[in-house]
């Protein structure tokens, strides 16, 4: 299983970092916060210029109001400055006009005069809101805010400036009022608010030289903003593209699909994650080119992402694979859809017939899983894995098909990751047992040698045989460390034999095709083994067929340099494969093991009885001693002592056994002829597995 790399983290949190909608959203908060700052403050300014402006005409118009209360008429008001600019009226406390510019209009209801200043005659009312100015209830003049902002912002503000007499001053027209008599009438009186030209532009200077830093500094937010995402669309491409299909690569898969899949937190959509291959491409390539198979890989991406929804998504995987998130509603529908992909890729070139293999894991949907409305935290790297487990039950054929990952295989994966889990601590704790399985002479029955079996012995879960866990080792790489352990454990037990006195014989060892690859795997041998201080003629080294077909440059250095520091060196299984005759000519080879496989049939099947007769011939002209391997039955052992082979391992004579049985073994206290031996049907104690 493939770990989350750390590469893929940085890379999600970088693009999270540097989203640009994130981005936008703080630069309109920005936006908006600079503007209103800056009109506030605009405003308080000129709020300030205007109170303190208006301050010595409240006081005239005050002023005027206490003579029209106390003479009851406006007679003296000739004598007041600006006479002829005042305008005034007084009104009821209904808004009936009693008094208009010297007019006694009392008993007019309704009446109507031009207020304000401007040309539309206003209806005079109480109402303090259509005020600009107007007392509190202490009697000091307030400006009526509510009106202010709008006033400010709007054009009418041009109707109110009046430039007087080429004066370069501003007036600005305002009613002024104030309760007489003791509340039951209103004086208003109109008043100029005087404006300097110089007050104006300063006013106008500061508000524009904040209004240009407010621009200048959303102009560079934007522009951050902007590079940001160009930088964005780039980094995509950079990590996101796959250069194969120009579409999108594997980390992008990651990434996106979690994104879709974390926000199915509330939905009832299923997905599913696909591997999808394209069969024989090797061969596809090998017949046209490598530059045509790509071109195959490009069209295949082009037209599935033609076929996807919004939250479906593609990515190149490695090689002719392809991971595809698909959403379903039920497994027939979703089994259809495929189907219906797989058409259209299968006739994407007119001349040859392609396949598709596709491998399928469902993952239902929130509500299926129990976890509605919180996060679904998918692996999609371990559910991909699942959908190759589920397609790998295909590869058999070579047709297209569609198979989807089962209970089966999910105990499979199950079990694979719990020998993944155990695997450290199992070495660690020596859990591993070395089991021997004798060899005899088939001519004398005489013990000649043995093959060192593994065994997992944990104490969860029993004893556990070689072919449910070494398969995973080969694959994780954890199998070096075994066949170090291998090697240590019977260099030991072959030396404390030794040591005891007893009459030794070679043990071999299987040695994985994935430590061959490595050079100086011949001294890391030597080195182990002298170690412990094991003759080196006591161990034997095999090596499975298939792992010749490696490199042969290395794998012939290995042998040479092993067989010259005394190890024998043997080729398992052979005949199991296709081109051992080949390797036979080239490796210096001790020791040749015919596969099971030869054994396993009819036991009168002559004509393997001649391809076991002329192997046995081809090896003795080799100088090469043979070893047939599951003999189980009394002719095959008759049959191979005719044919001259040297040994014979197999249950016939024993199982694999134990450290302490293979040692009554090897001291003659056990040596139970197979006529008397019970092992041969399976029954023996000491081995079941
Ligand atoms: P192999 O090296 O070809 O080992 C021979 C296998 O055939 C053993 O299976 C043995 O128990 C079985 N066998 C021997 N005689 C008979 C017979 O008469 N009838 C039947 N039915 N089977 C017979 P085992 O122990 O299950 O091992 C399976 C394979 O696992 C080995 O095949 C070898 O490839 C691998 N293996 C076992 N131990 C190790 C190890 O320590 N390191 C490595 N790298 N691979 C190992
Ligand atoms: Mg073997
Ligand atoms: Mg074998």
């Not at 305008?87 to 009936?96: A, L, M």
Request: net charge negative; proline share 2%; hydrophobic share 40%.
């Amino acid at each position: 299983m493939q770990k989350k790399t750390p590469k893929r983290k940085q890379i999600a949190k970088i693009l999270k970092k540097h989203n640009t909608w994130i981005g936008i959203l703080f630069f309109l908060l920005i936006a908006f916060l600079a503007f209103a700052i800056w009109s506030g403050l605009v405003s308080a300014f000129v709020y300030y210029i205007a109170e303190s402006k208006v301050m010595g005409e409240y006081k005239v118009i005050s002023y005027m109001a206490e003579l029209y209360e106390k003479t009851g008429s406006d007679e003296s008001f000739e004598d007041l400055p600006d006479m002829e600019t005042r305008d005034y009226i007084v009104t009821d406390r209904n808004g009936n006009v009693l008094y208009q510019r010297g007019e006694d209009t009392r008993g007019e209801v309704n009446a109507y005069l031009e207020f304000l200043g401007g040309s539309e005659p206003v209806k005079a009312t109480a109402d303090q809101s259509t005020n600009f100015f107007y007392t509190d209830e202490e009697g000091e003049m307030d400006i009526n805010f509510s009106l202010f902002i709008p006033w400010f912002l709007s054009d009418e503000l041009n109707s109110f400036v009046k430039k007087e007499n080429g004066n370069s001053n501003f007036y600005f027209p305002l009613w002024l009022e104030k309760d007489i008599r003791n509340g039951s009438e209103v004086f208003y009186g109109k008043a100029y608010a005087e404006v300097r030209l110089n007050d104006a532009f300063f006013l106008l200077l500061f508000a524009t030289v904040l209004f240009v830093l407010v621009l200048v500094v959303l102009v560079l937010i934007l522009v951050n903003i902007i590079t940001t995402a160009i930088s964005q669309k780039r980094m995509v491409n950079v990590f996101f593209l796959d250069v194969v299909t120009k579409g999108h690569n594997w980390m992008w898969f990651l990434i996106r699909g979690e994104q879709i899949l974390l926000r199915r937190k509330y939905s009832r959509n299923r997905y599913a994650v696909l591997d999808m291959v394209f069969v024989k491409y090797r061969n596809f390539c090998v017949c046209h080119s490598v530059e045509e198979g790509e071109k195959m890989l490009c069209t295949v991406n082009d037209r599935v992402s033609g076929m996807l929804a919004n939250d479906e998504i593609i990515s190149h995987y490695a090689s002719a694979n392809f991971a595809v998130l698909l959403h379903y509603s039920d497994e027939n529908q979703l089994k259809e859809r495929i189907g219906k992909i797989i058409q259209e890729l299968e006739g994407m070139d007119g001349i040859h017939r392609i396949a598709f293999q596709v491998g399928v894991v469902t993952l239902g949907s929130a509500v299926e899983t129990g976890r509605r409305g919180r996060r679904q935290l998918v692996d999609l790297e371990r559910e991909y894995n699942n959908a190759c487990a589920a397609r790998a039950t295909l590869s058999e054929t070579d047709e297209s098909g569609i198979a989807f990952f089962n209970e089966q295989l999910v105990s499979e994966q199950k079990w694979i990751d719990t020998v993944q889990e155990c695997q450290n601590s199992a070495l660690k704790n020596e859990e591993f047992e070395v089991y021997y399985q004798p060899k005899y002479d088939p001519r004398n029955e005489k013990l000649k040698g043995a093959e060192a079996l593994i065994r997992w012995n944990s104490p969860e879960h029993g004893l556990r045989p070689p072919s449910e866990f070494i398969p995973i080792f080969e694959k994780n790489g954890f199998i070096v460390h075994i066949d170090d352990y291998m090697l240590f454990h019977v260099a030991r037990d072959q030396k404390n034999w030794l040591d005891r006195g007893l009459d030794c014989v070679p043990v071999s060892v299987n040695v994985s095709r994935a430590h061959f690859i490595e050079r100086n795997l011949a001294d890391h041998i030597r080195d182990l083994v002298d170690k412990v201080g094991t003759p080196h003629d006591l161990l034997e080294i095999e090596l499975t067929e298939s792992a010749f077909f490696d490199d042969k440059k290395t794998m012939l250095e290995t042998i040479t340099k092993l067989r010259e520091y005394g190890f024998h060196v043997s080729m398992d299984d052979f005949g199991s494969g296709y081109s051992s005759l080949n390797s036979l000519k080239d490796m210096p080879l001790d020791v040749l093991k015919l596969d099971a496989g030869f054994f396993s049939g009819d036991l009168d099947d002559e004509r393997g009885e001649i391809v076991v007769s002329e192997a046995i011939k081809l090896a003795k002209s080799l100088n090469m001693e043979t070893v047939a391997e599951g003999v189980e039955a009394k002719e095959q052992v008759d049959f191979l002592a005719r044919q001259g082979c040297d040994m014979i391992q197999g249950y016939y004579f024993a199982k694999p056994m134990p450290k302490d049985e293979y040692e009554k073994r090897m001291t003659g206290s056990d040596l139970k002829t197979p006529s008397s031996d019970d092992s041969a049907d399976g029954n023996s104690v000491s081995e079941s597995i």
